[in-house]
């Protein structure tokens, strides 16, 4: 096997002394240090993997140096002590929103302990190459400033259902002034953007606490074929808690999907444009909700597809995804899409949700034990049960669409969103830079980017295109639907992604158990358009009377 050159070994302590002001005594903590080793014994193992997109060809990124992602933070965490991380431990990890905001209010915890615990938890297993998960990219300096101020400030009125002090992380290609946005790619890996994202301008505007960002498919998964799910050039191998190397991470939101599962924050932002949300939603039993396109904004967002690309919340639980969707909407003049919120998402949560609902049950699916169980369980909470054979429908012309969206979408990021240091114009640039050291900058190749500049879709064009998957999206839904009078149809994983992303119709995941391998598998249930509030509150019943997700066993 071709030997990998490596970074320079690093110590593994550095004993770091403080006086802590709180104790008036001088405070002795080691200062954890990541060091990078040699990877080829791992990755002969890999090889014989038998999904061949997981046969990796690196895991630790060849770039990135992660002492530097908690490097802001030597002080913060001389003075946070093991003991206390311990201690934190039951009223921080596994709690929802409501759980977190009950403990500040009886004084178990300040926001900047939740902070900080999360910033320790991410440093503890990053460091250990034995553990690692490479989620997370960079970590916001600014953070544990931010959540003193919020413990300033916090009154006993602070609403048990409000992101108020939430550390939550982003996926890195949404912008962020406080830290760069790569989209993984060594392109951009420089990117400085001079302000927020409109969505993470509306967190900031709630009071959320903006963690750090969290590893990706590089470009959001249109970059490379079938390349692993999960990887960056930025970011490295992002890896899965349920099965380490063992399981796919789900793609792209890998590293949201893997931050949430592994208790690295609260809560995370994902995009999606057919199944980026979804995907790692049900691979890391978490909840993953696809929002209808227009819901959230997507300026400021490294984009694939003005025609499909949406963000959208990835927590533990239903009642938070509920939270963070109510902090995220609102209307952006930039995002010609876009369209006013107006809902409370929270309104109609209730373990009863699920009495009355007619649910659509595709026939093919019902041989998955999984999902035959938990068809059977919604029946058991009241819900009507209706069988359907799915339509046969063809979505031709769906990597056109990507292509030309993503040919003449990219440009405008690049010049409206990216930092001054960024000096590419379009997808053609990128690829000749790739091409100067595709060893470091693209070692599963660029296939995909390579098609973007091939293409030579007109507008008219991609208009009949869009218009025409749209149309075939609805009718695999609309028939089923309309026929049978159904609130909701349900699904596995992402099985049914593209279809609902060719409607525009939102999706949510719901963990639905682990399969005998310990995989996790989701239940997708998938509605009309802007009828989230509706999936919520079905999935949100479903999660009280099932309780199905998971914690991964070896990072409790």
């Not at 998955?368 to 209706?386: P, T």
Request: aromatic content about 8%; glycine content about 6%; charged content about 25%.
């Amino acid at each position: 096997m071709k030997k990998i050159y490596l970074l320079p070994v690093l110590s593994l302590l550095i004993f770091s002394c403080k006086v802590d002001p709180k104790q008036g005594e001088t405070a002795v903590a080691p200062q954890v240090r990541w060091e990078a080793t040699d990877e080829s014994a791992e990755l002969e193992e890999q090889s014989s993997h038998e999904i061949e997109r997981m046969r990796f060809k690196l895991i630790n990124s060849k770039y990135l140096d992660k002492n530097n992602i908690w490097a802001p933070f030597e002080e913060d965490l001389a003075r946070f002590s093991a003991e206390k991380y311990e201690r934190l431990k039951p009223i921080i990890m596994e709690r929802s929103i409501p759980e977190l905001q009950q403990a500040v209010k009886t004084g178990a915890l300040t926001y900047e302990d939740l902070t900080l615990f999360y910033i320790y938890r991410i440093r503890e297993i990053e460091s250990n190459n034995n553990k690692s998960l490479n989620a997370v990219i960079a970590l916001n300096p600014n953070v544990v400033e931010q959540a003193r101020q919020l413990d300033e400030r916090a009154a006993p009125a602070v609403n048990e259902n409000s992101v108020y002090g939430m550390p939550v992380l982003l996926k890195d290609n949404i912008n962020t002034s406080e830290m760069k946005t790569t989209a993984g790619a060594l392109a951009l890996a420089e990117n400085q953007p001079s302000k927020n994202a409109f969505i993470v301008d509306r967190l900031e505007r709630h009071k959320a606490l903006i963690l750090g960002k969290v590893n990706l498919s590089e470009w959001a998964y249109y970059f490379c074929d079938d390349c692993p799910l999960g990887y960056s050039a930025v970011g490295g191998q992002t890896l899965n808690p349920y099965g380490r190397k063992k399981f796919e991470t789900g793609g792209s939101s890998s590293g949201s999907g893997v931050a949430v599962a592994a208790n690295y924050a609260v809560a995370a932002v994902g995009t999606e444009t057919a199944g980026s949300i979804l995907s790692p939603a049900s691979k890391n039993s978490v909840v993953g909700l696809k929002p209808t396109v227009g819901l959230l904004s997507r300026s400021g967002i490294v984009p694939i597809s003005s025609t499909l690309d949406t963000p959208g919340p990835m927590t533990k639980y239903v009642i938070d995804n509920a939270i963070l969707l109510n902090a995220l909407t609102g209307k952006d003049v930039e995002d010609a899409a876009s369209v006013e919120g107006g809902k409370n998402y929270l309104k109609n949560l209730s373990s009863e949700g699920l009495k009355g609902k007619r649910i659509g049950v595709m026939k093919e699916l019902l041989t998955d034990s999984l999902y035959n169980s938990a068809v059977a369980q919604m029946r058991s909470e009241g819900a009507v049960i209706v069988e359907f054979e799915a339509p046969e429908v063809q979505l031709d012309n769906f990597l056109t669409l990507l292509n030309a969206d993503m040919k003449k979408d990219l440009p405008v990021y690049l010049s409206n969103y990216a930092g001054d240091a960024i000096t590419f114009k379009n997808a053609e640039a990128i690829t000749k830079y790739n091409m100067e050291d595709s060893l470091l900058r693209a070692p599963y190749g660029q296939v995909l980017f390579e098609g973007i500049v091939a293409d030579t879709t007109s507008a008219e064009d991609l208009e009949r295109i869009s218009a025409d998957l749209q149309e075939k999206g609805r009718k695999f839904f609309d028939d089923p639907m309309q026929k049978h009078k159904l609130d909701a149809v349900a699904s596995i994983n992402n099985y049914h992604a593209a279809f609902a992303a060719v409607a525009k119709y939102p999706a949510l995941a719901v963990p639905a158990g682990l399969e005998n391998t310990g995989e996790p598998k989701s239940i997708t249930f998938i509605a009309k358009p802007f009828e989230e509030d509706k999936l919520l509150e079905i999935g949100y019943a479903f999660e009280q009377q099932t309780h199905l997700r998971r914690a991964p066993k070896n990072y409790n």
